[in-house]
Structure formats: C-alpha cells, structure tokens
C-alpha cells in the first residue's frame, strides 16, 4: 500500500470546482489521505500553482495536523492556528493581504488551465515553526523529518 491523498470535490488532474476557488466561496476543498507511514505523528501541507505568470505562487501552508487524522473538512477556517485541528498552524500564502490560510485558484483570464498542487507530508514529529511562516520555512523545518509524500493535483482556469 502506498500513502495517497485524494479528494471527494475533484479528482487528480480535473478541474477544481469554482466553489474552492477566487471565483467562489475561496474555500479549502476537502481532503483525505490514506496509508500513512508508521510512525507519523504530524502532517504538513502545501498547495502551489507552478503556472503562475511571475513564478510559483502559494495558495496554501499548514502543518502540525495531528498525526491521528486521515482528513481534513471543506473549509478550513484561515488563521494562524486552527483550534478544530488541535492546534495546526497556517502560514503565509503569495497574497499580499489576508495571505494567512486557505486562498483558491485565481489564475489571470486566458492564460489556459492552471496546475494546482497538493502536496500532503507525514511527519515523524510535529514541527517547531510559529504561524504565520512561509512555504519555504516549511520546507526548510520538516527537512530530515519526512517519512512520506502524497500529492494530489487539481486545474482551473477562468
């Protein structure tokens, strides 16, 4: 068996429902995961877009999901720490104001369909890295951490 991440909104390489995106409500889309390495204890979470026109832009940091989960629900709430989620903590994505949390797909019209990446970590331990980081402060504190990857990947264009 091998550790997956899938969605009940979309699934891997269809288009994202308009309801998770800038377009919509802009809120998480569910996820779940399955096949966890032994010995997590933590999860972290990033979703980018590599297509976007001034590099890689960041939709989404969260890390510290308690490593009993196997799911996280539709609209996430935004903010530093996530009480529903015993305590993970979010990070900043690309936007220039309200870049904590969950922001969706909002690619620029007629640039064609954008990837979005979800990448979920299993974690050997849960991470000392304050709310409000960035993607590579992430990457940079689970190096040496990381029992296993799953991704997921969903399209959208305007």
Same mark, same amino acid.
């Given at each position: 068996?091998?550790?997956?991440?899938?969605?009940?909104?979309?699934?891997?390489?269809?288009?994202?429902?308009?309801?998770?995106?800038?377009?919509?409500?802009?809120?998480?889309?569910?996820?779940?995961?399955? #096949? /966890? &390495?032994? =010995? *997590?204890?933590?999860?972290?979470? +990033?979703?980018?877009? !590599? #297509? /976007? &026109?001034? =590099? *890689?832009?960041?939709?989404?940091? +969260?890390?510290?999901? !308690?490593?009993?989960?196997?799911?996280?629900?539709?609209?996430?709430?935004?903010?530093?720490?996530?009480?529903?989620?015993?305590?993970?903590?979010?990070?900043?994505?690309?936007?220039?104001?309200?870049?904590?949390?969950?922001?969706?797909?909002?690619?620029?019209?007629?640039?064609?369909?954008?990837?979005?990446?979800?990448?979920?970590?299993?974690?050997?331990?849960?991470?000392?890295?304050?709310?409000?980081?960035?993607?590579?402060?992430?990457?940079?504190?689970?190096?040496?951490?990381?029992?296993?990857?799953?991704?997921?990947?969903?399209?959208?264009?305007?």
């Amino acid at each position: 068996m091998s550790f997956e991440l899938s969605s009940a909104a979309f699934k891997h390489n269809e288009r994202i429902p308009k309801e998770y995106t800038g377009e919509g409500k802009d809120t998480s889309p569910p996820l779940a995961w399955r #096949d /966890a &390495p032994p =010995g *997590t204890q933590a999860f972290a979470l +990033i979703c980018d877009d !590599p #297509d /976007a &026109p001034m =590099g *890689t832009w960041v939709h989404w940091v +969260i890390w510290n999901i !308690p490593g009993s989960r196997t799911s996280l629900p539709a609209g996430v709430p935004r903010g530093k720490e996530v009480k529903d989620l015993d305590g993970a903590r979010q990070g900043a994505n690309s936007w220039k104001t309200d870049n904590i949390g969950y922001r969706g797909p909002m690619p620029p019209p007629g640039h064609g369909p954008h990837r979005y990446n979800f990448a979920i970590y299993a974690l050997n331990q849960k991470l000392d890295l304050a709310a409000g980081a960035t993607k590579k402060d992430l990457i940079n504190t689970m190096a040496g951490h990381i029992l296993g990857e799953a991704r997921l990947t969903g399209k959208y264009e305007r």
